[in-house]
C-alpha cells in the first residue's frame, strides 16, 4: 500500500480533491505545489495509516519506515539537504491535519531535527548563532510539550525567571550566549522531569511526533470535538511532514497570515497580520502585538508600525499575487499562512476562510458578480441557520437607555419584558399572554421550559458558553449572560442593580448583542437586512420549487412572516386565539355548559372574535393561502388548574367552584397527548368546528371584499387516523359552508384537508385522500407516535440516548428520516395516488430545519411551512435543497 504522497518542487502525487486521503492541510499543499507556488517540499502521511494503525494495535505496516526514509530522501533532493546531516542539514515540521479542521489534535512541532550538534551546524550554516540557538530551544519546547507530555508551562517559567534575571521585555534581546544558557536549563529540567535525556536523534525525533499525531487522534479533546461535530471517528487524520522555512532569520525574515478577504466585512481587500524575524505561533500566540500586512489596513488602524507592502516590498507584491490566483483557484476567500526567509516567500497553508455571516453574504454576492461563481453556488456558499443571527430585532439606535448592568453579549437579538424569576413564572405568564424576561444566577436544563417561554434570558452569572447562552442561542433567543453586578434575590423576588430594586412584572429591555440592561420599555426596529440578504434571498427564490409558509395566528407574526417572504400561512393555530382575557371566559363557558344549546350560546360569543382574527389574517396575507386548524388541545386546557386558580375563576364567571372543579376533575387526562383532542373534539362537539367553520367564511367574504382578492380558505382538521372521522368533520364544514355562502349568496373556493400525524393515517393515506383535498404533515405529533415518545418528556433520556450513540440527531429537532420520515413518503405517495396534485406540505417545527426540507424536497412536498422568524432559513434551505 501506498502511505506516503510527496509534494515539491512544482510537483505533489496529491491534490486537491484528495483531501479524505491526505486530510485538508496535505491536500492543499500538494494543490499549491502542483500550481507552481513556492511551497517548502514535504510528504503526507495518510489518513489510512491512521485508520491501520488504530486497526493493529497502535503499530505500523512494516513498509512504513521505507516509505518514510524514501520521501524524507526526495525532500533533501529538492531542499539541497539530507535529514540528520549536520553538513547539509534538513529540519522539518511535523503537522496534523484531518479532513475536517479539528482543534483539539496535536500541536505542530517546528525546527525537527536540532540537536546539540546539529545546531551549530544551523549556527554557522546561517551565519547566525542567535538564531540557531533560538530556534533550537523552542523545539524543545514545542517538542517536550505536544510529544512528550511535558507542561509547556515548564518551560515558561525558566524563561520567564530568565528574562527578569537579565532585566528583558521582550524575547529578541536574548542573545546567543543568553539562549545557549536556556537550552541547557531546558534539557536539565527535561532530563530531571522525564528521567531521560532530551531525545538527540533526530530520526527518533520524527517517529516521535508522527506517534504522537496518530496518538492525538484520540486524545479526550479530540475525541469531544468529534463529537460535538459529527465527525466520525473511522476519518482519522493524516500527518505532514515539511522542510523547514525560517520567519526568525533576522530583520528580512518574517511570518504572517492572512484572508483575501476582510473574513468580518467581507470586504473585498487583503486581510491579515505578520511579524519580522518570527516563527509561525508567534504570530497568533500574541507574543508581540503584529503589524498589518497592508498600507491601507496600516492607515485604517492608525498603526505606526509599518506594514509589509512597506518593509519588504517584493515579497509583498508576490504575495498579493499567490492571494490572488489562490482565490481565484479555488473560488473561494482563502485563509493563507506564509513565511518570508531572508526575503523570499514560502506558503505553507491555505484553505477555505472562516467568516461571519455578513461577511459570508457578502463575499458570496461579490463572487457571483464577478462571475467567480454561479448564483446557484453563491445560495449554497450560505449556511441557512446562519441566517438566525440576522433576523432579530434591535433597539432603535436613537432610543435613550436607561442602562442599569451591562453582561455578555450571548444570543444576538433585543427583548422587552415583565422579570420573573423562576421558569414556572415565566410559563404561567407567558400563559397569561405576558411577555416575560426570565432573570436567573445562571440557568440549568430545568429551565427550559422557562426560556421557551420568555421572551430573553438575563442572568448574573455565566460567559458566552454558560448553558443560558448555547441554549438561548439554539432557540434564537436574545440573552446577556454574566450580568455579574445585578443582585438577584430570590426569596424576596427582587433584583437590585445600581440601587434600584426591581421586582416580578417590572419591565426591562435586554440587548443580548451588546450585553446591555435597561431599564423599562424601548423602541424596538425590525432587523434591516442589507442588500447581500436580499440578493441572496432572491437568488433562493429563484432556484428553489417548494414554497415557503408560515406557522402564525396572530397578525404581527403574519407580518413578520410577509416581511421575511412567507407565501401564505401553512398552519394557523385556532386555540391561541382563545387565550386572551375576554375569549378565555366563553371559552370556559362553552365548556361548562351541559347542554348543546348553553354550548351554542357561549360559542356565539366567540363567533365574532373569531371571525375578526380570520378577517386580519386574510387581509395581511391577501392573495396568498391560509391554512387554519380547528381547535386542537384537549379542552382542560383553557380551564384553571390549581384550587386557588379554580376560585378565582369561579367567581369572576359567577359560577359555582364546586361545579368547575368537578367539570375539571371530569375531563382531567392521564395522557392528554393522546386524549380528547384534535379532530375527536369536532367529533364529539360538532358546534366547536361549525362555529370556526363559520367564522372562516364568513371572514373570507369579508376580507375578499375588502381586498378585492379571491381568498380560498384551506380548513385543516387535525389528528386524524381515519378517514371516516375526516368524512363526517368535513359534512359539518360543507353544511356550513352551503349555509354562509348562500345567505350571502356569493361563491368562493375553499379546501378541506388534514394533518398527517398519527402512523394510521399515514398507512391509510390513501383514504383518507379521499376526503381531504390536501395534507399537511404534523410531524410533532407524527415523531410522538411514531416513537411512542412524549416531546415534554423526552429531554430526560433523548440526551443519554445520544451520547450513548443509540440516536444521532433528536428526532423533534430533526425529522428522523428512516421512521418518521418513512411515513411522511408512504403517505405522500398514496395520497398523490388517490388525488394526482393534491397540495402536500409540512406545518411542525421540522419545517424550519434545513437536513428536515432537504427530506421534504426529497419527498416532492409543495410547501414547508415554519415559525416567521425561520422563514428566511427555510427559503434559502429549500434552494439549497433544489440545487
Ligand atoms: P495549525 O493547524 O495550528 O495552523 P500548522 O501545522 O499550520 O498548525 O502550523 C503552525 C504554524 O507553524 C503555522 O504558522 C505554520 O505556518 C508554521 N509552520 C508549519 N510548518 C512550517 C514549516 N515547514 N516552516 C515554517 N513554518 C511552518
Ligand atoms: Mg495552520
Ligand atoms: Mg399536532
Redesign the pocket.
Known amino acids: 500500500t501506498k502511505w506516503v504522497y510527496s509534494f515539491g518542487d512544482g510537483r505533489a502525487e496529491g491534490r486537491a480533491s484528495d483531501r479524505n486521503l491526505l486530510g485538508g492541510k496535505g491536500a492543499n499543499l500538494a494543490e499549491m505545489c502542483n500550481l507552481g507556488l513556492p511551497v517548502p517540499p514535504g510528504f503526507t502521511i495518510t489518513t489510512e495509516l491512521c485508520a491501520h494503525y488504530y486497526a493493529n494495535g497502535r503499530a505500523y505496516p512494516p513498509e512504513l519506515v521505507t516509505q518514510v526514509e524514501e520521501a524524507l530522501e526526495e525532500v533533501g533532493r529538492i531542499a539541497g539537504r539530507r535529514f540528520g546531516d549536520p553538513q547539509r542539514l534538513l529540519l522539518v515540521s511535523v503537522r496534523s491535519g484531518a479532513r475536517a479542521s479539528m482543534p483539539g489534535m496535536m500541536d505542530t512541532v517546528l525546527n525537527l531535527g536540532l540537536n546539540d550538534e546539529t545546531v551549530e551546524a544551523l549556527a554557522a550554516d546561517s551565519g547566525d548563532a542567535r538564531f540557531a540557538y533560538d530556534s533550537y530551544r523552542r523545539f524543545i519546547q514545542m517538542y517536550s510539550d505536544v510529544v512528550l507530555g511535558l507542561d509547556h508551562e515548564v518551560f515558561e517559567e525558566i524563561l520567564a525567571d530568565e528574562k527578569a534575571r537579565l532585566g528583558y521585555d521582550v524575547d529578541t534581546e536574548f542573545s546567543a550566549a543568553d539562549w545557549l544558557h536556556v537550552i541547557a536549563l531546558y534539557k536539565e529540567r527535561v532530563e530531571s522531569e522525564l528521567g531521560e535525556p532530551f531525545p538527540q536523534d533526530p530520526r527518533q525525533q520524527l517517529w516521535g511526533a508522527i506517534g504522537a499525531v496518530f496518538s492525538s487522534w484520540m486524545n479526550p479533546r479530540a475525541v469531544t470535538y468529534r463529537r460535538l461535530h459529527n465527525i466520525p471517528e473511522e476519518w482519522g487524520t493524516a500527518v505532514n511532514v515539511q522542510a523547514m522555512v525560517f520567519g526568525n532569520m533576522g530583520e528580512t525574515s518574517a511570518t504572517g497570515v492572512a484572508f483575501t478577504r476582510n473574513p468580518s466585512t467581507g470586504e473585498k481587500a487583503l486581510y491579515g497580520e505578520f511579524l519580522v524575524n518570527a516563527q509561525g505561533e508567534d504570530v497568533v500566540a500574541g507574543i508581540r502585538t503584529p503589524q498589518s500586512l497592508t498600507e491601507a489596513a496600516r492607515l485604517e488602524a492608525g498603526s505606526h508600525k509599518p506594514s509589509l507592502e512597506k518593509v519588504m516590498p517584493e515579497a509583498f507584491a508576490t504575495f498579493v499575487e499567490i492571494a490572488g490566483k489562490l482565490e481565484a483557484h479555488y473560488r473561494d476567500m482563502q485563509d493563507l499562512e506564509f513565511t518570508i526567509e531572508r526575503g523570499k516567500l514560502w506558503m505553507l497553508q491555505t484553505r477555505a476562510g472562516k467568516r461571519t455571516t455578513k461577511a459570508a453574504l457578502k463575499i458570496a454576492v461579490d463572487m457571483a458578480n464577478e462571475g467567480l461563481i454561479s448564483r446557484e453556488e453563491a445560495v449554497c456558499r450560505i449556511d441557512p441557520a446562519s441566517l438566525d443571527q440576522l433576523l432579530h430585532p434591535t433597539i432603535d439606535p436613537d432610543a435613550a437607555r436607561d442602562m442599569i448592568a451591562s453582561g455578555l453579549p450571548a444570543s444576538p437579538g433585543a427583548a422587552t419584558g415583565g422579570i420573573v424569576f423562576s421558569s414556572d413564572e415565566a410559563e404561567e405568564m407567558k400563559g397569561r399572554g405576558e411577555k416575560v424576561i426570565l432573570v436567573r444566577v445562571e440557568t440549568s436544563p430545568e429551565d427550559i421550559h422557562g426560556m421557551h417561554a420568555a421572551e430573553g434570558i438575563l442572568t448574573t452569572r455565566g460567559g458566552m458558553t454558560s448553558h443560558a447562552a448555547v441554549v438561548a442561542r439554539g432557540m434564537g433567543k436574545p440573552c446577556v449572560s454574566g450580568a455579574g453586578t445585578l443582585r438577584v434575590d430570590y426569596r424576596a423576588g427582587t433584583m437590585t442593580a445600581l440601587g434600584r430594586t426591581f421586582r416580578k412584572g417590572d419591565v426591562v429591555t435586554i440587548d443580548g448583542s451588546t450585553g446591555q440592561v435597561l431599564a423599562g420599555a424601548v423602541p424596538m426596529q425590525q432587523p434591516a437586512l442589507s442588500g447581500d440578504f436580499s440578493a441572496i434571498m432572491e437568488w433562493a427564490d429563484a432556484a428553489r420549487r417548494m414554497k415557503v409558509r408560515a406557522n402564525a395566528e396572530t397578525p404581527v407574526d403574519a407580518r413578520t412572516a410577509r416581511s421575511f417572504g412567507a407565501e401564505g400561512i401553512g398552519l394557523c393555530r385556532t386555540e391561541h386565539m382563545f387565550f386572551d382575557d375576554e375569549r378565555i371566559l366563553a371559552m370556559r363557558e362553552m365548556i361548562l355548559s351541559d347542554t348543546e344549546e348553553e354550548r351554542r350560546a357561549a360559542l356565539a360569543k366567540l363567533l365574532p372574535m373569531q371571525r375578526a382574527d380570520f378577517v386580519e389574517l386574510f387581509e395581511i396575507m391577501a392573495g396568498l393561502p391560509v391554512t387554519i386548524r380547528l381547535l ?1 388541545p384537549p379542552l382542560h386546557e383553557f380551564l384553571p388548574k390549581t384550587e386557588e386558580e379554580i376560585g378565582e375563576v369561579a367567581a369572576a364567571m359567577g359560577v359555582d367552584a364546586e361545579r368547575l372543579r368537578q367539570r375539571t376533575e371530569a375531563l382531567h387526562e392521564f395522557n392528554p397527548m393522546l386524549g380528547h383532542r384534535g379532530c375527536r373534539l369536532a367529533v364529539c362537539y360538532p358546534e366547536i368546528a361549525e362555529m370556526q367553520a363559520r367564522a372562516v367564511f364568513e371572514a373570507a367574504i369579508e376580507a375578499a371584499a375588502s381586498t378585492g382578492e379571491p381568498v380560498v380558505p384551506e380548513i385543516m382538521v ?2 386524524v387516523g381515519m378517514a371516516s372521522e375526516l368524512s363526517f368533520v368535513k359534512g359539518l364544514i360543507e353544511g356550513v359552508a352551503k349555509t354562509v355562502l348562500d345567505e350571502a349568496g356569493v361563491k368562493i373556493d375553499y379546501l378541506v384537508g388534514t ?1 398527517i ?1 398519527l402512523p394510521r393515517a399515514a398507512l391509510n393515506a390513501g383514504e383518507i385522500a379521499r376526503e381531504a383535498e390536501f395534507f399537511s404533515f ?1 410531524t ?2 407524527l415523531t410522538q407516535t411514531t416513537f411512542g415518545i412524549s416531546r415534554d418528556d423526552a429531554a430526560s433520556f433523548l440526551e443519554v440516548y445520544r451520547k450513548k450513540g443509540i440516536i444521532e440527531q433528536d428526532p423533534f429537532v430533526s425529522i428522523d428520516v428512516e421512521g418518521v420520515g418513512a411515513l411522511v413518503r408512504l403517505a405522500a405517495e398514496k395520497g398523490r395516488a388517490r388525488r394526482g396534485a393534491m397540495k402536500l406540505g409540512i406545518c411542525g417545527e421540522h419545517g424550519g430545519d434545513p437536513a428536515s426540507i432537504s427530506f421534504c424536497e426529497d419527498v416532492g412536498l409543495d410547501y414547508i411551512s415554519c415559525s416567521p422568524f425561520r422563514v428566511p432559513i427555510a427559503r434559502l434551505a429549500a434552494a439549497q435543497a433544489a440545487c
Request: glycine share 12%; hydrophobic share 25%; charged share 40%.
Open positions: 386542537d387535525p389528528l394533518m400525524e404534523g410533532n405529533d
